[in-house]
């Protein structure tokens, strides 16, 4: 039996290759919205970052939100985080999306792969889109003393 030609490899690759792309899920997109829903006009320092982004630093003022849209990776492993302030000091460190490999606690929450998250002077909501109510999820945490 003589060696596979390159034609008849490259053909063998082109086969293999489209039935993989053909079974493989799709990316999904993703669409995070952090609103602020803070009282009395306080304005609220945002800085959210992946692995592989850092998406800036903003201040939002009362009722501005700050949103992105992303596509999951090919490994199943996106995260995006952030860390929020307070004018008094308070501050909040959460993770604002997670591929879930367990559970389906988030994909429920942010029916439509869109999680709307609203702070508010006790901590941070995560809106329920199917039900459209907000669920409480993080108190804010007191600054750290010297």
């Given at each position: 039996?003589?060696?596979?030609?390159?034609?008849d490899q490259l053909l063998v690759f082109l086969v293999v290759s489209t039935l993989a792309?053909?079974?493989?899920k799709p990316l999904s997109s993703w669409e995070i919205h952090?609103?602020?829903?803070?009282?009395?006009?306080?304005?609220?320092?945002?800085?959210c970052k992946s692995k592989d982004s850092d998406l800036g630093k903003q201040t939002l003022s009362t009722g501005a939100e700050f949103k992105w849209n992303f596509k999951v990776n090919i490994w199943d492993t996106t995260l995006f985080w952030c860390y929020l302030r307070k004018p008094n000091g308070h501050e909040l460190k959460f993770d604002a999306f997670w591929v879930e490999k367990k559970t389906e606690w988030l994909r429920v929450k942010c029916d439509g792969n869109?999680?709307?998250?609203t702070v508010e002077d006790?901590?941070?909501?995560?809106?329920?889109?199917?039900?459209?109510?907000?669920e409480f999820i993080h108190y804010w945490k007191f600054p750290a003393t010297k």
């Amino acid at each position: 039996m003589g060696a596979i030609s390159f034609k008849d490899q490259l053909l063998v690759f082109l086969v293999v290759s489209t039935l993989a792309l053909a079974h493989s899920k799709p990316l999904s997109s993703w669409e995070i919205h952090i609103k602020n829903g803070l009282s009395n006009g306080q304005a609220l320092f945002v800085q959210c970052k992946s692995k592989d982004s850092d998406l800036g630093k903003q201040t939002l003022s009362t009722g501005a939100e700050f949103k992105w849209n992303f596509k999951v990776n090919i490994w199943d492993t996106t995260l995006f985080w952030c860390y929020l302030r307070k004018p008094n000091g308070h501050e909040l460190k959460f993770d604002a999306f997670w591929v879930e490999k367990k559970t389906e606690w988030l994909r429920v929450k942010c029916d439509g792969n869109i999680c709307n998250w609203t702070v508010e002077d006790n901590g941070i909501y995560l809106k329920d889109n199917s039900t459209n109510e907000d669920e409480f999820i993080h108190y804010w945490k007191f600054p750290a003393t010297k």
